[in-house]
């Protein structure tokens, strides 16, 4: 079965952000993806509003169809706003408001107490708690530990290895080969203990077939790589390109 595939629009924001314009609209944004076969909408409000904003998830709330989900701090402010607009998921994850985009996994070990509270409060809330990690075993045990529903498995180091002439032949072949034999262990693992698990970060048409062979990883969040395509051939044949490259995984 082909993993499912959440798109993140978050750079459509971040066009409309750099003249504080009404477009490019991220709801007609969020429609294109669905009609062009995406599985879900992903988007981050960050601290800093840098790109999406609050109305912004009051909207597709009310627009997306197929499944939205949020990625966010584990703060106060922003699980009300979770609580209040009743994502289909929330994904907590690691922030630092001086990073470009999100550096790597939420450090869950040494957040227990804050990530538990959080994670009780959402499901609480009946909305489903994902937590963006490293494909590290002590961090998928302190995701089981916080009682989170799924892991969303950090792909960064991996996709890094795979840029540049490097990654064809000797030593990026070969890191790229340890990262992903990290993360399809991370992923049984994660699996064994119950919990749902998707990957992202980094992730491109050329790379994400070999993460895609990893059966239990169900699910793809996926932003960049889309967006930056779909200033050349329109977001969707962007998004349909995705979907092929997830389904061929080689």
């Known amino acids: 079965m082909t993993a499912r595939l959440n798109v993140n629009i978050d750079h459509v924001a971040t066009v409309r952000q750099a003249r504080r314009a009404p477009e490019p609209n991220v709801v007609a944004a969020a429609m294109i993806c669905e009609l062009a076969g995406a599985d879900g909408i992903t988007v981050h409000l960050r601290g800093d509003r840098r790109h999406i904003q609050d109305k912004d998830i009051q909207l597709l709330r009310q627009s997306v169809t197929t499944y939205l989900n949020l990625e966010m701090a584990a703060t106060e402010e922003m699980l ?15 922030e630092n408001p001086n990073e470009v985009t999100t550096e790597g996994g939420l450090d869950v070990k040494a ?7 959080t994670v009780s409060k959402l499901r609480q809330g009946g909305v489903l708690a994902s937590l963006f990690i490293d494909p590290d075993v002590q961090q998928i045990e302190a995701a089981h530990e916080v009682n989170a529903q799924q892991v969303e498995l950090c792909t ?11 990654a064809v032949h000797g030593e990026g072949a070969l890191r790229a080969g340890q990262e992903l ?5 991370a992923a049984t693992l994660a699996s064994q203990y119950g ?27 996926i932003g960049h790589n889309i967006i930056a395509r779909s200033v050349f051939v329109g977001l969707e044949r962007a998004v349909i390109e995705m979907r092929q490259a997830i389904a061929s995984g080689k």
């Open 195 to 221: 919990l749902h698990v998707a990957a992202g970060h980094g992730l491109t048409y050329r790379n994400v077939g070999g993460v895609a062979l990893i059966g239990e990883i169900t699910e793809f969040n």
């Open 80 to 94: 009300k706003v979770a609580l209040d607009y009743q994502p289909d998921a929330v994904t907590l994850v690691a």
């Open 181 to 185: 034999r990290r993360l399809r262990e």
């Open 111 to 117: 957040n227990l107490s804050l990530v538990r509270a």
């Open 156 to 166: 960064s180091a991996y996709a890094e290895a795979t840029l540049g002439a490097r």
